[in-house]
């Protein structure tokens, strides 16, 4: 099976630039798609094909991916984007990374 | 815009079978460009993959759960529907129904979750 590792958590102070990654082996050959999920809530895409953004989320959030390693960067962060984020791709299903807490300091 | 609302009843007695079921507005189950996903998440951790179905019937199941789950739409009542058998206290879960966009790759297809119901709580308890 295929398995996805995140940290547990991750602080930045507002302002500054949050990166968040998953780490997977040759992850840089599938699609990572990310999501935040916020205390209470469902969760929400964020970033999709590696570095694809839905409509309506903010160009703060950007995405990356090659070699064995995924990342979620969220710039000029705001108190707002505190919330869990999870990592996901395809390997014969969906497979999600265990979720990285970010905390605004 | 396209809107999931998951129901069914919130408590199960351990051994019996848990039955939710995922209703669409604003969109068609019969879509073929998604596929229609089920997803959960135990109190205090992380997401998991239950399985997807597509409008011909068509699923995939999450490995550690395809003894015991079934997931079928009703294009009739535009809804799909999930059946877990043999509950234990670790079914004990939020459940998510979510759309999954169908894309390709050069090796396969895949998808993504982008629109998700709000989660209905379903405990597993005598």
């Known amino acids: 099976s295929y398995v996805l590792t995140q940290s547990p958590s991750v602080s930045v102070a507002p302002g500054q630039t949050a990166r968040i990654t998953c780490g997977g082996n040759n992850i840089g050959t599938k699609k990572v798609h990310w999501y935040q999920q916020k205390s209470g809530q469902a969760p929400v895409l964020v970033v999709y094909?590696?570095?694809g953004r839905p409509s309506g989320i903010p160009d703060r959030f950007s995405g990356s991916n090659s070699g064995n390693t995924a990342t979620l960067a969220i710039s000029r962060v705001e108190a707002g984007d505190e919330a869990a984020y999870f990592c996901q791709v395809w390997h014969s299903g969906v497979i999600f990374g265990g979720g990285t807490k970010l905390t605004v300091l | 815009q396209l809107q999931l609302q998951e129901s069914g009843p919130g408590l199960v007695k351990p051994s019996e079978t848990l039955s939710l079921t995922c209703t669409l507005s604003g969109g068609s189950i019969s879509d073929s460009s998604y596929y229609w996903a089920w997803i959960r998440q135990p109190p205090g951790k992380g997401l998991e993959w239950i399985g997807n179905v597509y409008s011909s019937g068509s699923t995939y199941y999450n490995p550690s759960l395809r003894s015991r789950v079934g997931i079928s739409g009703d294009t009739s009542k535009n809804q799909f529907s999930l059946k877990l058998n043999s509950v234990t206290a670790a079914d004990t879960a939020v459940y998510y129904c979510a759309r999954c966009p169908i894309r390709w790759s050069s090796l396969d297809s895949y998808c993504y979750m982008d629109v998700w119901g709000k989660g209905t709580t379903a405990t597993v308890s005598s």
């Open positions: 094909d590696d570095s």
